[in-house]
């Protein structure tokens, strides 16, 4: 009789300790919007990452309403985020998410301010880099609970690359600065 083998479903809290993240080519997206529908322009943000051929979808967060940080003059955000794998560089697959906004319809582009759907490549493997056009990982997200929280439903081992923490730890941290609220809204 040949070995048992055994299967195993597995879920995202229970994959054995691996940070499937830190792998090359593994990319967090992250999503929102506060003008017009953004929770349709999300969904179908998503719809299109899942179907171009050089992006495997791996999970997608659920999405959450939440308080507009920064410029706090303006409409609650629908927040999400979505783990990703590619053959493309970094690069390439920000100009893919940068075509992804205009296809959208961004309403306009104050620093900040409201949009139909902002689409930030959060990190990208343990990848650290500094250019005119993208500085990995991207370098507000320890401040932002709206980016903290989808983030840590979909990959709860992910460590910051530079800071080593983990975004349970980085949310631990926010505890008390006010005006961040982020709450349930929809399942993925
Ligand atoms: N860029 C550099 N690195 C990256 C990266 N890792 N990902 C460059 C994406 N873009 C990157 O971005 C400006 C330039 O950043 C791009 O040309 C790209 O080459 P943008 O998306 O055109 O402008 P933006 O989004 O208005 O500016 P910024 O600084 O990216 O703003 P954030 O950090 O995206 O914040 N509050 C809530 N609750 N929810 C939100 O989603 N979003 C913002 C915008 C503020 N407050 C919010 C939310
Ligand atoms: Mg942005």
């Not at 967090?28 to 899942?50: K, M, Q, S, W």
């Not at 308080?67 to 100009?95: H, M, R, Y």
Request: contains cysteine; hydrophobic residues 40%.
């Amino acid at each position: 009789m040949g070995p048992e083998v055994k299967k195993r479903t597995l879920s995202v809290e229970d994959n054995g300790g691996f940070d499937e993240t830190a792998a090359a080519g593994t990319a967090l997206i992250g999503l929102g919007g506060n003008v017009g529908d953004p929770l349709a322009y999300c969904r179908e943000a998503v719809r299109t990452l899942a179907e171009h051929p050089h992006v495997r979808l791996v999970r997608c967060s659920s999405f959450y309403r939440t308080e507009p940080v920064g410029k706090i003059d303006q409409s609650w955000f629908v927040n999400g985020a979505a783990l990703c794998s590619t053959p493309l560089q970094p690069e390439e697959l920000l100009a893919l998410l940068q075509e992804l906004e205009w296809r959208c319809g961004r309403v306009r582009r104050e620093r900040w301010g409201p949009r139909s759907l902002d689409l930030d490549l959060l990190s990208f493997g343990r990848m650290v880099l500094e250019s005119e056009r993208l500085t990995l990982p991207h370098p507000r997200i320890h401040e932002r609970r709206f980016v903290l929280v989808p983030l840590l439903e979909i990959a709860p081992r992910w460590r910051h690359p530079v800071f080593g923490r983990t975004a349970r730890e980085l949310l631990d941290a926010l505890d008390g600065v006010p005006g961040q609220a982020v709450e349930f809204l929809e399942s993925p």
